[in-house]
Structure formats: structure tokens, C-alpha cells
């Protein structure tokens, strides 16, 4: 039987009826589906990773809460007060700062989450007894911030006001009633006379002609009371005048350091782990270094 052109087109044409036909199949009743069930498996496998990360994330703050709550004043605001306050003083009074006074506000409540309480703070001093106040500061592992500092130079003096205002933080739920003792690891050197290079380079200018402390800061005289020997440290960029037993420790703008030995007309003192020898009259810059041995020798 021979077909005729017509049943042959028209046979083609029912072929490409049925592959089209095949063809929407495929794609609305199998690919279709398919595609649909991989978009939502990627659309749940992101949603996990973000939950995931959401309960690592939340682990993570539970446990930084907790090491807060450490650091945090008590929950108690009058508690939390009152030891600030008695440690903000402590810390004055062993950095040999001057007329203090420490006043606190009401606390403010931050984002909902904490407390800060302000703490405002006035002293007078030199700059190295402030930066001994600063490096007490710093050192404690506490969750609180200084948020300004001002200094009003008093003349020539060396001497400075000094205000500052500080933030501590309360977290709820901090069930304590002291505060931490722990040392913060923020600084760079754990010993406080590697600071002292900035009151000895008198960043601020402040002096007789802006002369180098170590020069202007002298043995004067060495005398006894109460059969006591006393060594005389004058710094003549102020006039003040500091006596000190043997074995009792000293701090000027110069430098700090101890009275090892008083001698007639010399002390030994030791300063950053040295020991120098100063007769009358002679500066800081002019001691002349010396040994242990050398001084265990004339004792």
C-alpha cells in the first residue's frame, strides 16, 4: 500500500502531536515536581544552617553571661554603690592622688539588658600618680569604662585636677555580693613602672622651662627625726618636698622607687629593679647605678 503525501504529513504531524504532548508531561507531572521538592529541600537545608547558627550563637552569649555576671557589679544598686565607691577610693589612695571625691547617679537601663551606673570622680595629682591610678584601673577584670577624662594643669606645679567620669555595669541576675578580683589581661606589661615613661617625658609641657624632671628632681638633705634617719627628695619644677624613712617607698614625677639604705651624706634607692647611689645635691639624671654587692659591702 502506497501513502499518499497527505497521510504522510499528516503522520508527522501526529508524531510531533504525541512528543509535545510527551514533552508537557515530562515537565508538569515529573521535572515539575522534581524541582519543586529541590527548592524546598535547599530552602529547609538553609533554614537549618540558620537555626544552627542561631542555637550556636545562643550558647555562646549564655556562656559570655555568665563570665559578665562575674565581672558585674552586684544586682543590688546600693550594694553595687557602695563597694564601687570604697574601690574607686582604694585605688586613689594607693596611687597617692589627692583631695578625692567619688559621687555616683542613678543607674540607666541599656537596651533592656543591663544596668550602667555612672560614677564621677575628682582628685588632684601628678601625672605619674594619675597614670598608677589609671594602670589599678585597668588592671581590674570589672565590666567598667571610662568615659572621660579631663586635666586642668595648676600651674607650673606638675600637678593637675583631675575629673573623670566612669560606667559600671550591673547584669541581672548577678546574685553577689562583692566585687571581682580578677586581673584583666588588656595591658601590655603586668608591672606598672613600665608607665612611667609617661610622666617622665611630661607630655603636657608642664615645668620650669620644660626641663627634664629627672634633673629637676634632687636629693636635698638628709637628716634624722626621733633618732630615724630621713632622706630629703625635693623637685624643683614644684618645691615639693618628700622625706623618706629607709626601707619606705617614694614616688615623684621623676620616677617612683624605695629607700633601700640612708647613709650620712648619700641614700641608695632602688628604681625599676636598679639599684642607685645619690649624694646631697645630686640630681636623679646623675645617680650613679650600682651593684648589690657593692651595697651589701658598706652595710
Not at 542561631?54 to 557602695?82: N, Q
Not at 550591673?170 to 601590655?188: D, F, H, R, S
Amino acid at each position: 500500500m502506497k501513502l499518499t503525501r497527505q497521510q504522510i504529513l499528516l503522520g508527522f504531524l501526529a508524531l510531533m502531536g504525541i512528543f509535545q504532548v510527551g514533552d508537557y508531561v515530562l515537565n508538569t507531572m515529573i521535572q515539575g515536581p522534581l524541582e519543586r521538592l529541590r527548592n524546598e529541600q535547599e530552602s529547609l537545608q538553609e533554614d537549618i544552617h540558620k537555626r544552627e547558627k542561631l542555637l550556636a550563637d545562643a550558647r555562646v552569649a549564655g556562656k559570655k553571661i555568665e563570665l559578665w555576671k562575674k565581672k558585674s557589679l552586684p544586682a543590688d544598686i546600693e550594694t553595687a554603690r557602695s563597694l564601687y565607691r570604697n574601690w574607686l577610693l582604694d585605688v586613689i589612695r594607693k596611687a597617692k592622688l589627692q583631695n578625692a571625691t567619688v559621687g555616683s547617679g542613678s543607674p540607666a537601663t541599656r537596651y533592656g539588658l543591663y544596668r550602667a551606673m555612672p560614677f564621677d570622680l575628682k582628685a588632684r595629682g601628678t601625672l605619674l600618680q594619675l597614670t598608677n591610678a589609671l594602670f589599678r584601673f585597668y588592671n581590674s577584670d570589672q565590666l567598667h569604662e571610662i568615659k572621660s577624662l579631663r586635666l586642668t594643669p595648676i600651674g607650673n606645679t606638675g600637678q593637675f585636677d583631675i575629673s573623670m567620669g566612669i560606667e559600671a555595669l550591673i547584669i541581672p541576675g548577678a546574685g553577689k555580693k562583692t566585687l571581682g578580683t580578677g586581673k584583666a589581661k588588656l595591658l601590655v606589661s603586668a608591672d606598672s613602672r613600665d608607665y612611667a615613661i609617661i610622666a617622665r617625658d611630661n607630655i603636657f609641657g608642664i615645668g620650669v622651662s620644660h626641663q627634664d624632671p629627672m634633673k629637676m628632681t634632687i636629693l636635698s638633705a638628709v637628716t634624722s627625726r626621733n633618732g630615724k634617719p630621713l632622706a630629703w627628695i625635693t623637685e624643683l619644677i614644684s618645691g615639693r618636698v618628700i622625706k623618706v624613712r629607709p626601707e619606705a617607698t617614694f614616688e615623684t614625677v621623676a620616677l617612683s622607687g624605695r629607700i633601700v639604705r640612708i647613709e650620712d651624706e648619700s641614700v641608695i634607692i632602688e628604681t625599676s629593679g636598679q639599684l642607685m647611689k645619690l649624694t646631697i645635691g645630686q640630681s636623679f639624671a646623675s645617680g650613679v647605678v650600682t651593684s648589690p654587692d657593692a651595697t651589701s659591702a658598706k652595710k
